[in-house]
């Protein structure tokens, strides 16, 4: 399951490197990765709806073009579709975003320190952590939202950035090749780092300022 992800994120972006539409989807997801990033606990549940969304459209997209050939028009519509149909599932089923949310966030942790440690871990492995992480978005809710949006908000600063310095989104070893991996370029390692300070740069901003005393999308407590 994790590599197939890791083989959508890698086709999908290479498809934008280069193309018209690549500079609007970095500014895009420069400036939604900032707000994310710092305000994500206040905003959670648009938070959920554009994340919902983008899945979604990915998920759809991908399927659209993948098993039925679809060409560009096609893709787009499906992935319209398939958007704003991930977007009303999420928000609606506010608790099924949450144990998502925490879900990916233990997949994710997991992944990062299989690679960083140069192991290899069992697909149960990763089940489990996405078990593990999906009931802690539920029971500790706040810890949980936080982090996973500064994480996912620093993730979309870092494309944006990447793509305006470099010309092409990017697509690290360790994202691109989830399963079987062994070791972790020097590239790849600092974008972690890079990743890793700004989600915690996040992280104090919500629970300092932008998440104090509030509940996710309902404003001041």
Known sequence: MSAAVGFVYQ????????????????????????????????????ALGVLG?????????????????????????AGAIGGAAGAVLMVVFFFAGLFFTGATLGVVLTLMISQTLSVSFQ???????????????ILAQRVIIVIATSLAGSWGILLGIYYFLAGSFVRPGWLRNFAGAKSISKESLALMFCWVLMGLAGVFVQYKFTGKNVKPGKGEE
């Open 11 to 46: 086709d999908y972006f290479a498809q934008l490197s280069g193309g018209e539409v690549a500079g609007l989807a970095a500014f895009i997801l420069l400036v939604s990765g900032a707000v994310f990033c710092f305000t994500g606990y206040r905003i959670f549940k648009i």
């Open 53 to 77: 969304f983008f899945l979604g459209a990915l998920l759809a997209g991908t399927i659209a073009q993948t098993f039925f050939g679809a060409g560009e028009t096609a893709v787009i519509i």
């Open 123 to 137: 697909p149960f492995v990763l089940l489990l952590s996405a078990v593990v992480g999906g009931v802690a978005g």
